[in-house]
């Protein structure tokens, strides 16, 4: 005992000091500790203490141990860290613990939060309430209904008590159909004269950014408008150039068809579903945002150069009902389509471009007007405890040309169950690690403009703080099966989560359980790549940051009535057998469950060596072209090492984390931030955003891309052109190589290998 009465009494100082614990402001604690009173100094010159009497001196002796033990014991357990933290070889991006450094420290792991989390998520849901208020009607961007649903949605956002709510409201060019002189589809003979009016269908469908023209010729049925489609034509002698083109909905997107039948030389575009008699809506700029400022953001009064979006078409497209394309399809001489090509319980028909009467032809009217529309999208967040910086964006697009049960409805109810559902567990113990943004996007039926001009406005930083976005656009269009369109990045996340929540069919049975009983390969069941069309497709390969989306979809009769007036709540509700409530739930979990991991996780649950796979399968196809290359004195082994130099920057990645401090907090950034921009180096760097705004150079569009490359490849010896060949394996390779530098670290530990 004496000698720890000397250790402490050396240990104590001669003057009065605090000492602080805890990381903010509100955490510090401060313990002041003062001698004894003086005595004078001019009766005890020397300074000396008052005498006290060894009974005193035994009491305050093991009052002040038992503090320090209790101070010692109290700061220790602050540092001790979870026993069931699994950082490992096996799951270096799981963290299955989470640590509240307060001054009442709380601890959970994985099983808690996902408790914590699917609690409060079915407690007090108003899911089904927001879905049926959000598609009580029509509400495009630029309406009053639209303006209302944008100010219910924020103030339901300031009601959970989120740490920040605002709003961002950029200016878009949109096409709207002008009332005064309403779209015409006519059959005319050799005088111009009508012969007979084929009806549209219903006025207020239309495309939005069709050129505006008045357009006359014969006619050829396409099928659905690919590529693939076109050159089938080709080989069958039918001339699409000079005629216009009826084709059918499905596989691709209404902007896609447009183009490929404008590169086919069409001058007019008519689109028919054909398996519902209401015409179905869609815009056709291929690509996203405002097409009048390509690039830049619609921010109003900025003076932007006079330009236009190559994606606008030159042609005029026009959507039209089933039977008035029926009618057009009868009329049709030239070759029969194939039975394969006819769509189902429709008759033998022609091809075009000939009528059955050859002095007949098929003339459009297309008179849409252009509007400059104020968007809203709204924007609420929850502030990230060590990362606050790097913000994990869930997002739903809110305006709908038609009611939009399954458009805009569940997407947006969902997110506001998501922000309240993570706000009460912030108010109950949770700190995520990372800020979680929640955004209400406008303009989505216009081409994601809402989410593409946000993304112009803050291009220069999104990589730098963006860890990940998820889009809730259409997630319930059935209840069967389960499908994840995402950036490769996400695949082991999205195993993990859906291999925790159960199938909407089953609930014994979880949604990875119920896909892999009904599928031989379940992997191609529940992968799909990025959806062009989609707000999640360009924050990945415009700005850089890894995107996914989640929906449940039918397997037998898709839901038909996407983008028409009959998209409903009651409608969507009744194909699901009543059972839309609680589908909306389930995917509300699987995206809650990822959103909760992505904010949580020390080191970001993204799988960083998934374009190891990517680019092999990529890679596979390229030596059946050595010989065409050899020919013209070039070679893919600059190519090759570029893909071997990324192949090592991951594999020294991953080493890199395995044999460092993960409880450090600087060493966890540091790496997390080179994860996070992965999907940014494989955007080009030689390209401009203006003019190829997409420049992902594996699922962007443009020269740059590795499409455009093995597509220039597979021409023929005659039609290759080898100055643009030599400047896209150029692009391609240099780009990959650059992504190979920057994820290998600093550039000491940059070795190359050229």
């Given at each position: 005992m004496e000698s720890v009465r000397k250790i402490f009494n050396a240990a104590m100082p001669s003057q009065s000091y605090s000492i602080y614990r805890g990381v903010e402001e509100d955490d510090e604690a401060e313990l002041h500790m003062e001698e004894a009173p003086h005595g004078d100094q001019r009766s005890n010159p020397k300074g000396s203490r008052c005498p006290i009497s060894p009974q005193h001196q035994k009491l305050i002796f093991i009052i002040t141990m038992t503090a320090l033990v209790a101070f010692l014991l109290g700061y220790v357990s602050t540092l001790s860290r979870c026993t069931r933290c699994d950082i490992n070889d096996n799951n270096l991006l799981s963290d299955e613990s989470y640590e509240q450094k307060d001054s009442k420290p709380i601890r959970m792991d994985w099983a808690e939060l996902k408790k914590l989390f699917t609690g409060y998520l079915n407690n007090g849901t108003k899911i089904d309430e927001n879905i049926r208020k959000v598609s009580a009607g029509r509400h495009p961007s630029g309406s009053q209904e639209n303006s209302e649903l944008a100010s219910y949605v924020l103030d339901t956002l300031k009601g959970y008590n989120l740490d920040k709510t605002w709003v961002n409201s950029p200016f878009a060019e949109l096409q709207f159909p002008d009332r005064t002189r309403p779209n015409t589809l006519n059959i005319v003979n050799n005088t111009n004269k009508i012969v007979a009016a084929i009806p549209i269908g219903d006025p207020d469908v239309y495309c939005p950014y069709s050129a505006s023209a008045t357009v006359q010729g014969g006619l050829v049925y396409v099928n659905y408008g690919r590529q693939e489609d076109f050159k089938i034509l080709s080989t069958w002698n039918v001339n699409v150039s000079g005629s216009l083109v009826i084709i059918r909905t499905g596989l691709i997107s209404f902007a896609e068809k447009v183009y490929n039948a404008e590169a086919a030389g069409a001058i007019g575009a008519l689109i028919f579903p054909d398996y519902t008699e209401t015409p179905v809506y869609g815009h056709v700029h291929f690509g996203t945002g405002d097409p009048y400022t390509p690039g830049f953001p619609s921010i109003n009064h900025t003076q932007f150069p006079s330009f236009k979006s190559s994606g606008l078409p030159k042609i005029p497209a026009q959507p039209i009902s089933l039977s008035s394309a029926r009618s057009l399809l009868r009329e049709l001489a030239g070759p029969s389509a194939s039975e394969s090509w006819r769509p189902a319980d429709f008759p033998s028909h022609g091809l075009g471009p000939a009528l059955t009467n050859p002095l007949h032809k098929v003339q459009l009217e297309v008179t849409n007007v252009r509007q400059s529309v104020e968007l809203h999208n709204v924007f609420g967040s929850i502030t990230g405890r060590f990362e606050p910086e790097h913000y994990i964006v869930v997002g739903a697009q809110r305006d709908s040309w038609g009611p939009g049960a399954a458009k805009s409805g569940v997407g947006t109810a969902t997110l506001l169950e998501l922000a309240r559902t993570l706000s009460m567990m912030v108010?109950?113990?949770?700190?995520?690690?990372?800020?979680?943004?929640?955004?209400?996007?406008?303009?989505?039926?216009?081409?994601?403009?809402?989410?593409?001009?946000?993304?112009?406005?803050?291009?220069?930083?999104?990589?730098?703080?963006?860890?990940?976005?998820?889009?809730?656009?259409?997630?319930?269009?059935?209840?069967?099966?389960?499908?994840?369109?995402?950036?490769?990045?996400?695949?082991?996340?999205?195993?993990?989560i859906i291999k925790q929540v159960d199938h909407p069919l089953q609930s014994q049975q979880s949604i990875y359980e119920y896909t892999k009983a009904k599928s031989t390969n379940w992997k191609t069941s529940v992968f799909s790549p990025l959806k062009k069309d989609t707000s999640a497709f360009t924050f990945t390969a415009f700005a850089g940051v890894p995107a996914l989306e989640f929906s449940f979809v039918e397997n037998s009769q898709p839901y038909k009535f996407l983008d028409t007036k009959q998209d409903t709540y009651d409608r969507l509700n009744h194909i699901m057998n009543g059972r839309l409530p609680s589908v909306a739930l389930n995917v509300a979990e699987v995206v809650g469950l990822a959103l909760v991991k992505l904010s949580h996780d020390h080191i970001l649950p993204l799988e960083y060596k998934a374009y190891n796979d990517v680019l092999l399968q990529h890679f596979t196809n390229l030596p059946t072209y050595q010989e065409k290359l050899k020919s013209r004195g070039l070679t893919l082994q600059w190519l090759y090492d570029a893909r071997g130099d990324y192949t090592r920057a991951t594999e020294r990645l991953k080493e890199a984390i395995q044999g460092s401090d993960l409880t450090n907090e600087k060493v966890i950034q540091f790496f997390n931030v080179r994860i996070m921009r992965v999907e940014f180096y494989f955007l080009s760097q030689y390209e401009s955003a203006n003019y190829s705004p997409y420049r992902h150079i594996l699922l962007g569009r443009g020269e740059h891309t590795l499409e455009a490359l093995m597509e220039h490849l597979s021409k023929d010896q005659k039609d290759i052109d080898d100055s643009k060949l030599r400047m896209q394996i150029a692009l391609f390779t240099w780009t990959l190589e650059g992504a190979a530098d920057a994820l290998s670290g600093e550039i000491w530990e940059v070795e190359r290998s050229f």
């Open positions: 108010r109950n113990g949770f700190r995520p690690r990372r800020s979680i943004i929640f955004v209400s996007w406008d303009g989505g039926d216009f081409g994601s403009i809402g989410a593409t001009e946000w993304l112009e406005g803050y291009l220069s930083m999104l990589h730098l703080k963006a860890a990940a976005y998820m889009s809730l656009d259409t997630p319930v269009l059935g209840d069967e099966n389960f499908v994840a369109k995402s950036s490769p990045l996400f695949n082991n996340l999205i195993e993990t």
